[in-house]
């Protein structure tokens, strides 16, 4: 059987590449298991025959070993098999060993991989409770063209590239704003500005990952930055979630790993809030291996019933910890403006990266942000988002309480701007078709198992279905009328299947 027979050979060829690529850089040992074939399909929105057929394609080509009713694992010297150059078939041109024209490198080989991720886009009248974009409706259009054209107005004598880091008067503004707002403790010299919160994320995988380093990310997590991780070959090491947040009790069994990536104010998707304890014994852990723990600060702005908690940066003693920030939850996704603060012993290598990667973000919106954050405008925004998603929050909560009460309950609403519905009576294996009956009812929901590191998830089958509702895109009303048909596709769904025993669920809904 021929991967070329797949319906989609350019992504069956990929992910051969991105797992034939893991074995020889070491990222997959010899004998390490390989996820089923069905949670590679669900992670990565592939056909489960598609997955079978590559996985067959890897076994025929000697570098993984399958066998009925049991994991699939990587073969005993399968690295050896690439490095030794043998000719191994393309999956697409089966049989032929030709090169293909133009070869990716590694990296690009994972990242081809991976796909682009883009959200399909909504049809007309569609209600979208996709967790990211925030209403046009909520940017302060005056107060940012005002500042846009102050900034213009101030003729400046040298159109000149700036400090890689970033616009001085910008760093300085952040650096008053996070003592303030987050307890950060940094000079203005710590702090980069960079196009998104995404871009810091590759910059540490780049700085400070070799193939096969090991990383230790939360499950279920962040995948956009698992995936930077994974691009430049980093093995995860998938620590579990409670109701506080990253099992940090659970790192002394990791062993050495060259870097942690943690959302401790919100845990990404979960919610939950890392208590000071954890934080603690995290940074103690990372001080004592050697290791280096990213904080990402993504939507600290909106806590709506708890209370702010020491940042790990401003509790670092090691300096290891690298804070990163954005202006995506607050003003747009768009502007692709976010900060890092590093330890100063990473200052000067994350500059010099900077520098090589785009010279620096583009300077008008900078300085306009700039003036926000001196004149009190942005804190002034700021309080207005979070009254307005409490709001919206709110109106969610009360129709799914109204339409659903019991059926389901909701993870991770003390703060952000999405929560999570778990579906006590339905099992995670009909996500996708309450994904599907939505759709045909004219609502985007999605669900939470892509977010689920693959083998971890399968630890545990009992866990309900669930999902991840985003709601700062939508109006109030949207919400209500969402969450009636979102209930009616639950309940069209149920009826076309064998109850499923709504016993005690997963570890997953602690808090
Ligand atoms: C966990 C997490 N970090 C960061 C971001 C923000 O990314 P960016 O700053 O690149 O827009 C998001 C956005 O959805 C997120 O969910």
């Given at each position: 059987m021929h991967l070329a027979t797949t319906g989609r050979p350019g992504l069956s060829r990929a992910l051969y590449e991105e797992i034939r690529t893991g074995i020889a850089d070491g990222t997959?040992?010899?004998g390490a298991v390989l996820p089923s074939t069905r949670a590679l399909a669900a992670e990565r929105g592939l056909s489960r025959a598609t997955v079978t057929l590559v996985y067959e394609q890897l076994a025929a080509d000697g570098f993984i070993e399958t066998r009925a009713g049991a994991a699939s694992r990587v073969a005993s010297g399968a690295a050896s098999i690439h490095r030794a150059g043998q000719p191994t078939r393309s999956p697409d041109r089966p049989g032929t060993g030709a090169p293909p024209s133009g070869r990716l490198s590694a990296i690009g080989r994972r990242v081809a991989a991976m796909g682009t991720g883009l959200p399909l886009a909504t049809a007309p009248g569609e209600i979208d409770f996709l967790y990211g974009p925030l209403a046009?409706?909520?940017?302060p259009t005056l107060t940012w063209s005002k500042a846009l054209r102050a900034v213009e107005r101030q003729r400046v004598r040298r159109l000149a590239y700036e400090d890689p880091r970033g616009n001085p008067e910008l760093r300085q503004a952040l650096q008053v704003h996070l003592g303030q707002t987050r307890g950060l403790a940094c000079t203005a010299d710590q702090i980069m500005i960079v196009n998104g919160s995404q871009q810091a994320l590759d910059l540490c995988a780049r700085l400070l990952l070799d193939p096969g380093d090991r990383v230790v990310v939360e499950n279920p997590g962040y995948r956009a930055a698992h995936q930077a991780f994974m691009a430049y070959g980093a093995q995860l090491v998938c620590v579990g979630v409670d109701g506080h947040g990253l099992?940090?009790?659970e790192l002394t069994g990791?062993?050495?790993?060259?870097l942690a990536y943690v959302t401790?104010?919100?845990?990404?998707?979960?919610g939950s809030f890392l208590p000071i304890a954890r934080r603690r014994e995290l940074l103690s852990w990372a001080g004592r291996t050697g290791a280096w723990v990213i904080e990402d600060?993504?939507?600290?702005?909106?806590?709506?019933?708890v209370r702010p908690e020491a940042t790990l940066q401003s509790l670092?003693?090691?300096?290891c910890v690298i804070h990163v920030g954005t202006f995506s939850k607050t003003?747009?996704?768009?502007?692709r403006l976010g900060y890092m603060v590093l330890p100063p012993s990473l200052v000067e290598p994350f500059t010099n990266a900077k520098r090589l990667t785009?010279?620096?973000?583009?300077t008008g919106a900078q300085r306009a942000l700039a003036l926000l954050l001196e004149d009190g405008s942005y804190a002034r925004h700021v309080r207005r988002m979070r009254r307005r998603q409490l709001a919206r929050q709110r109106a969610l909560m009360q129709a799914l309480a109204h339409h659903l009460g019991d059926e389901v309950e909701v993870q991770?609403?003390?703060?952000?701007?999405h929560v999570v519905v778990w579906w006590?009576?339905?099992?995670?294996?009909?996500e996708a078709d309450l994904v599907r009956a939505s759709r045909q009812r004219g609502v985007r929901v999605y669900p939470i198992?892509?977010?689920?590191h693959p083998v971890a998830d399968e630890?545990?089958?009992?866990r309900p279905a669930g999902l991840v509702m985003g709601?700062?895109?939508?109006e109030d009303e949207e919400i209500r009328e969402g969450v009636r048909r979102l209930a009616g596709a639950a309940r069209s769904l149920k009826a076309g299947m064998r109850l499923w025993p709504a016993s005690g669920h997963s570890e997953a809904s602690t808090s």
């Open positions: 997959y040992a010899a046009g409706s909520d940017f099992k940090v009790g990791v062993g050495r790993a060259q401790p104010t919100h845990q990404f998707p979960l600060d993504y939507d600290s702005e909106y806590r709506h019933a670092d003693t090691w300096g003003l747009s996704p768009q502007l785009d010279r620096h973000a583009a991770g609403a003390a703060s952000g701007l006590l009576s339905l099992p995670k294996s009909v198992s892509p977010l689920f630890m545990s089958p009992r709601y700062a895109l939508l």
